[in-house]
């Protein structure tokens, strides 16, 4: 992405170079514009011309030892014609004073002044720029410790400025969102064609909101309607508008929209504008600097002329603490949903960015695809270089099936813990743990079927996991599946309780997701039959974790709290119960599992089905996604 930036240069550059010009002609011109034609002559020519009359003025300079005198250029000593010039070295002569006297001489000496040029620039203008040059170099320093280069422009706008099309991007290299793309063709539309709309008496939006998680291309898509329309492309920040000092952020509002509107038609973006443009508090007497900078950003948004075709494009991932006067039509008229990708996104995703990677003819992104559910488009980006990454360091020319898988892995499981060292009691429980998961997991219905066990640990902090990948894309769950999932989230402590009569810390995160989703079923999704389809709880910055805050009485948060320890008691038994009934089948896989440490799910189901395995089996390989066990995260 090219930037466009004015060539600036310091204001200590041009007093450098106009005290050298002046020194220049100090030293050169000036002596050459005020010196005149003098002769010079001997101390007895200047004698015997004083005798004669010929002098009509004279200068004594003691100091150098010098006269320099006026003698008339023709002899008859005609006062109407030009003096001559003349300079003579002055002899020790006491007489010489009584002499000129004589002749009627008009004489004076000539005392040395420091009146020079040089001499005003060193006694006058050189403290002025020391003083300036020091001033400088510490206006320098203080910008280094309050904030950067632009910390003491006041009023001015820190935005980057993309001329047309050098923002590099297009809606070709967005992928996903074709939804959102479709939302933001109309304004690149108008900004091409605006008369066609003008005809009809229809106006541009003057703003769009992109809201969505982070990773999911918001940004992107900003650059992507700005590369499209060939328009230039006005990028900042919403924190670059705080500043330390009051009424800054307001004045780099309007300097902003004042450089659009000169540059109009035009698109303005400002990313995270959730920074200043949260909700203003009830207080009648608040009036920080936020506050101001929400007000002028306001007042801008309303000021200017849609038909001019300036386009304000905003993004944020937390749409609900915005102001309400900020969302309303006539400022932001369209909020633009830029969720995470489905299935076809996903596939889609992957493709364009290892569009300028060598990839192999072997390679299938739908696998792929279907192992990174709830992947943003950033986290797609990563695995497609963590791939390729991968492959150099393996030595190949291309990347490979294996490289991706890998990489899916490495993006949500860390690296492998090569140098770690489990002792191998605590290595068996971890088989046994992991194999429960999967046990119960293949012992169910509407239960995505196990694709990997593995307990080699990683840098996430799991000593192993068990992965499930759906063969659809699921949008829905219903009560019977949130069950299962429970189920085989109690599958790994389940196991450590039949085989080693003990518990561990590692099913921590397996109890912390179990607990996470029996409490929505009861208190979001309505599925429990003791408070049935009542809401109790609200969800908060869905798009950053979505933090749960209870909307109900302490009685009844305490019978949700019971209700939640039923669900998952009963499931936590159901667990126990299929393990009992498979305990021969639970031997058999952990012990295959703690001798191989990585067993893919084809060998998983033919060891449960009594199919037996291939003479060379697989070896273990370290691909997937769906991870439970010890401190682990299900993704």
Known sequence: ???????????????????????????????????????????????????????????????????????????????TARPVVYTTTMMDDDKLTDRLKDKNVEFGAVVQQSNSLVDMLVMGVLPIVLVF???????????????????????????????????????????????????????VDFLHNPKKYADIGATLPKGALLVGPPGTGKTLLA??????????????????????????????????????????????????????????????????????????????????????????????NRPDSLDKALLRPGRFDRRIPVELPDLKGREAILKVHAHDVKIGPDVDYNAIARATAGASGAELANI??????????????????????????????????????????????????????????????????????????????????????????????????????????????????????????GAANDIEQATKLARAMVTRFGMSDEFGMVAMETIQNQYLGGDATLTCSPETAAKVDTVVQNIIQKQHEKAISILKENMGKLHELSHYLLDRETITGEEFMRILKDEGLPEQAAQPDEQGDKASGPDSKES
């Open 1 to 79: 992405m090219k930037e466009q930036k004015a060539p600036k240069r310091p204001l200590i550059f041009y007093f450098i170079i106009a005290i050298c010009i002046l020194f220049v002609l100090e030293m050169f011109v000036f002596p050459l514009l005020s010196q005149q034609r003098t002769t010079t002559v001997t101390y007895s020519q200047f004698l015997n011309m004083l005798d004669q009359g010929e002098i009509t003025k004279a200068d004594v300079n003691r100091s150098t030892a010098q006269i320099t005198f006026e003698a008339n250029a023709t002899p008859d000593g005609d006062k």
């Open 133 to 187: 040059v020091g001033g400088y170099f510490f206006m320098r320093w203080m910008q280094k410790k309050i904030g950067g280069p632009g910390a003491m422009s006041f009023g001015k706008s820190n935005a980057k400025i993309y001329v047309e099309a050098q923002t590099g991007k297009s809606f070709a290299d967005v992928a996903g969102e074709d939804e959102a793309k479709e939302a933001l063709v109309e304004i």
């Open 223 to 316: 650059q992507a309607v700005a590369g499209e329309a060939h328009v230039p492309f006005f990028s900042i920040s919403g924190s670059e508008f705080v500043e330390m000092f009051v009424g800054m952020g307001a004045a780099k509002v309007r300097d902003l929209f004042k450089q659009a509107q000169e540059k109009a038609p035009c698109i303005v973006f400002i990313d995270e504008i959730d920074t200043i443009g949260k909700a203003r508090d009830s207080s009648l007497t608040s009036n920080d600097e936020r506050e101001q900078t929400l007000n002028q950003l306001l007042t801008e948004m309303d000021g200017f002329d849609g038909r001019k075709g300036v386009v304000i494009l905003a993004a944020t």
């Open 384 to 505: 497609i270089n963590e791939a390729a990454l991968r492959a150099v360091k393996c030595g190949r020319k291309a990347v490979i099936q294996e490289d991706l898988e890998e990489s899916v892995e490495v993006v949500i499981a860390g690296y492998q813990r090569k140098s770690a060292v489990i002792p191998p009691k605590e290595k068996e429980i971890v088989a046994y743990h992991e194999t429960g998961h999967a046990l119960v997991a293949a012992m169910q219905s509407n239960s995505a079927p196990v694709t990997k066990i593995t307990i080699v640990p990683r840098t996430s902090g799991a000593l192993g996991y068990t992965m499930q990948v759906e063969e659809d894309e699921k949008m829905l769950m219903s009560r019977e599946e949130c069950l299962n999932k429970i189920a085989v989230l109690c599958g790994g402590r389940s196991a450590e309780e039949l085989v080693f009569g003990d518990y561990t810390s």
